[in-house]
């Protein structure tokens, strides 16, 4: 029988994806402290047979202690870019699964509040100086799995944190201190605590390497610039262990975790060199990154470093221009002197994202009809964050969301005979949407199905396109673009029931419910305004969506929320408006079908979750004949 989860459970459970480990949490509690402007933050990490005890103490701000600051979301700021904790997830979900206290002196109020079996007290506090020290303890003491595994993994989490506070130290002016019981396990270098140097300046002293060759790239949208150890420094020899590249990633304010661009980073630098790498994102055009990082392999690094050996002003490669040879300027903060380097590679690099690097974007497969029975359809899950811009095809079995392991792609190509055989990819093959704009249309299959040819890595893959599927998820996007609120008032009020943690959700986002069509009274109570879209009135359910979006932080700027009565419409009016399996289509069609489907955000499943387009592949090294 099934059962439909409790809160309380669900909770739970978002709270295991929100604090998964120890690392996760010391990291919540340090963003927490940056947040409030420390300028010193301790942490203690207390073990004792097997129990572990958390302390973490900062100079910040301290905590506003009022009544929603335990409650989901009640800590959030959003709208705050500069911000790490943004979504106020952290103290909300630590209630959940640990005791805690917190004495936090705010702006002279000093507040004491003791978090035990999910029941909160708050007391007058004792802390004298300006800040937050916070103790967690029995941290999912109630999950005895859970429990064990962190109590297994601790010292490789306290790595992790190490790794961690190194980063801030480079962004954040910080005296850090981190001990494992009586043992100091990192302390802010006594030669960059509350010193103005740049981040590149904290790089080398952070990581110790005072012998090195800097070289930059510079995008439309970032800086990149790499500091290069030369062969026998000091830092090679101490720990070979450590990564050969890493870095940070930053805006300036604050460290922005990007692993798609931290792997194409990895990837782009082919050097036998230890890298240490400075990227500030000027703007946050991940695409346009992406795709300019891509070109950094185009470039002769080892001739650059070669020129280079007499430590002058760093060489200057500008990847804005997929033609441009040579670099012109350089960042500020390096000088205004640079060389000119030619590039010395001169092969093809395609202009994409690399279908290794999109984890997350994993599609699953299912079987839809014995015709398929040799066919992996692929269909995006609609509860993962996938890149719009790229599907990952690659085989899944029975678990959907896990990494493939040892599952090879047997790809049904055609070859210079024009016979149909077999292609092995070891780890994947991507479609992007480019590439959906240069599928060759061969003919229609089975009045239902557009065959489809691509040219890519040296062969012609087959693609099946499902008619129907493709035509909805054209029409869906193009009713949803026009989709356009208009106001409504109430000539009788309409009463609505709130919390007042949603109405305190109101008041501090005014502005996103009115945008969505709704207006209230002055207390909340009552709604005098409410979104119509055609011949519909929307009410309290919307607002209430409206509010959970906002809980959950998904939420976009200047944009409006697609009701989920309203997706439902859509999504139907789509379908009845598309070409049915059956229709026999001419080549002007099938062309008019795949060239929309390329030009939409959301090519790859309709709205209902059938797949549009999948990779025609061999099963059981069978060829189809």
Known sequence: MIKILSNEDSAIIQTEQILPDIHRLIKEMIHNSIDAQATSITITICTVDKSIVYLIEDNGTGIEVNEYFLMKGGTSKYGQNNMYGYKGMTLYSLKLVSDFSINTNYNGIKKLINAKSREVSVMQGYKDSKGTTISISSYYA???????????????????????????????????????????????????????????????????????????????????????????????????????????????????????????????????????????????????????????????????????????????????????????????????????????????????????????????????????????????????????????????????????????????????????????????????IEELSKLVIVGQFNNGFIICTLAKEGNIHMYIIDQHAADEAVNYEQLRSTVVYKKQKLIQPMKVKLTEYDMHVIRENMEYVKRNGFGLNAELTELIEVPSYEDRIYGESELLEVIESIKEDNIEEGKHIIFTELRRLLASKACRSSIMIGDVLNMQQMSKIVSSLSKTTRPWNCPHGRPTIILLQNRKNRVFR
Not at 175 to 197: D, E, G, R, V, W
Not at 247 to 254: D, L, M
Request: charged share 30%; with cysteine; proline share 2%.
């Open 142 to 432: 109630l999950n005895p799995i859970r429990y064990n595994y962190l109590l297994t993994n601790l010292n490789k989490n306290i790595q992790y944190i190490v790794e961690d506070i190194r980063k801030y130290n480079t962004v954040h002016n910080i005296q850090f201190k981190l001990y494992k019981n009586q043992s100091i396990l990192y302390n802010t270098l006594y030669s960059i605590a509350n010193k103005p140097l740049s981040i590149t300046e904290r790089i080398i002293q952070i990581y110790n390497i005072p012998n090195s060759v800097r070289i930059v790239f510079k995008g439309k949208y970032f800086i990149l610039e790499c500091i290069i150890e030369k062969e026998g420094g000091k830092s090679a020899r101490s720990n070979k262990k450590e990564k050969r590249i890493q870095g940070v990633i930053h805006n300036k304010s604050r460290i922005l975790e990007k692993s798609s661009v931290e792997k194409a980073v990895q990837s782009g630098l082919t050097i036998s060199n230890r890298v240490f790498y400075n990227l500030e994102i000027l703007e946050d055009k991940e695409i346009t990154i992406l795709s300019e990082i891509s070109r950094i392999s185009k470039y002769n690094i080892e001739e650059a470093l070669a020129q280079n050996e007499k430590n002058q002003p760093p060489v200057i490669f500008n990847l804005t221009d997929e033609n441009n040879e040579s670099a012109s300027q350089q960042s500020t903060e390096i000088g205004n002197s640079a060389r000119i380097i030619k590039k010395a590679k001169q092969e093809e690099v395609e202009n994409k994202i690399p279908a290794a690097d999109l984890e997350k974007e994993e599609i699953a497969s299912k079987k839809s009809s014995k015709t398929r029975e040799d066919i992996i359809t692929l269909e995006k899950d609609s509860s993962s964050q996938i890149n719009e811009s790229e599907c990952n095809v690659s085989e899944i079995h029975d678990k959907p969301h896990s990494k493939v392991k040892d599952e090879r792609i047997q790809a049904i190509v055609i070859d210079k005979n024009e016979c149909l055989t077999t292609h092995t990819y070891e780890s994947g093959i991507g479609l992007t």
